[in-house]
């Protein structure tokens, strides 16, 4: 017996069968169970998202011998018929091949005639969109005023082409593409029946490849079942769909949250010796920066019985990469799949698209800054005041800040905090936010500081804060902004400038620089 393939063999049949699309199956059975029948349908949607489908079954309802019917029999000539695409009074035109207004008049010809076989004649135009000016003004008479027997389905992936005098004419369907979750629950029935070993991992991999199409994801399953000699293993999925391994993923995002430019362009060296996909590698990038940015609007973890297990991965980067950074690191990932094809190396692209994060990180070194002015420059030194309540914090902080031994929100949870008490080698810090308040961070900055010869235990509580290093640091910033702004001013060159030409310094234009 022939092969059927499974986006063939399951093709649902019935309106229970059809997944994903609740919102359509609900609107046309209660029109079939009340008669409250439209002339004109419109569905619109991706590629393997059902519109033909849904086409053939509401052809199938409006002819059932049973009778007008949500639930067709699927046994009757009628119903047998259209499945085999042989039913007379079901036509389905291609518009993609034909779009001309000879192939819509024939078509419509057809109308003036009553139905040979069923109860109404049903016209079927997919990819409508394609078909001419010419053509669709043809249709329009006929799609405006039909015969009482006669049913037209349009479809298309493009509705922004259909001219609005044919969708005024038309009820409108929006077909979604499914979620990955939907794929993967029909995948495992199918799978199931057809007696296939797989594993999760393996049919979440076919959900994402198949992006919103349930018949790319059977089309991929049929390729992966024969690729793996009748079943399904995720690192048999990966190779035959050319994915990168979620753990060269975890390790680069990890190293730009640490600021580790070395270990980027290693583990971007490694990918390309293993031959893997620069884009497909930005794409899973994206898909795990997006779980890790809700993680941290949200603050929801992954359920321990949650069978991802890149879901507590995911969670622990949340914490480690600062919110801004995560964002920036998202947009970096979408716009640097463009990038890739204008660029003569690939994986030279993929390496300048990851390092451009970097290059937007904060400045290592704070405690410096400089002032420039249009007519000359005025250099200023930050220096710690003389209050002994946070001086001596401020300063170790920017020794381990100079020393890049912290970095990311362990920085921040340094910065952001004050230093109350030392007693018994134990310092105990305050800190008004929670979010920097985690195990992780005040694990990382009390090695930190023991690396510096610190040989102290940190206890770190929350609670208001008066005098943290960035407190320190950017009231000296506005400090030293005044006095330079007086200096410039009283500076011979500028009252000359002011006497002479009436000159003024633009506001905003004075601004401290890295130093």
Known sequence: MTYLVLARKYRPKTFSQLVGQSHVVQALTNALRSQRLHHAYLFTGTRGVGKTTVSRILA???????GITDQPCGVCSACVDIDAGRFVDYTELDAASNRGVDEIQQLLEQAAYKPVQGRFKVFMIDEVHMLSNTAFNAMLKTLEEPPEYLKFVLATTDPHKVPVTVLSRCLQFNLRPMAPETIVEHLTQVLADEHVANDVQSLRLLARAAKGSMRDALSLTDQAIAFGNGTLAEAVVRDMLGSVDRSHVFTLIEALAQGDGALVVQTC????????????????????????????????????????????????????????????????????????????????????????????KPAAETE?????????????????????????????????????????????????????AQADGVWHL?????????????????????????????????????????????????????????????????????????AKIVPGTLRLLDH
């Open 60 to 66: 199938k309802s409006l002819n059932c011998e049973t």
């Open 269 to 360: 060296e490694s990918l390309r010796h293993l031959g893997l996909s620069a884009s497909s590698l930005l794409e899973e990038m994206s898909m795990v920066l997006q779980r890790m940015a809700v993680h941290q609007a949200t603050g929801q973890t992954a359920a321990s019985d949650d069978p991802d297990p890149d879901m507590q991965r995911t969670a622990d980067l949340a914490k480690v990469m600062p919110t801004d950074e995560t964002q920036l690191l998202y947009s970096i990932c979408l716009h640097g799949r463009a990038d890739l094809g204008l660029a003569p190396d690939e994986y030279a692209a993929l390496t300048m698209v990851l390092l451009r994060l970097l290059a937007f």
């Open 368 to 420: 410096k800054k400089t002032l420039k002015s249009a007519p000359e420059t005025v250099t200023v030194a930050l220096t710690p005041s003389d209050s002994p309540l946070g001086e001596q914090w401020l300063s170790v902080v920017q020794d381990l800040v100079k020393a890049q031994l912290i970095q990311a929100m362990t920085r921040e949870l340094a910065m952001q905090s004050q230093l109350m």
């Open 430 to 502: 305050q800190i008004e936010s929670a979010t920097l308040n985690n195990a992780s961070n005040r694990e990382r900055l009390q090695l930190a500081l023991q690396s510096l010869g610190h040989a102290v235990s940190l206890q770190v509580q929350q609670g208001p804060v008066q005098d943290s290093p960035a407190q320190r640091i950017t009231s000296l910033q506005q400090q030293r902004m005044a006095q330079a702004q007086s200096d410039i001013l009283n500076h011979p060159s500028m009252q000359h400038l002011i006497k002479e030409y009436d």
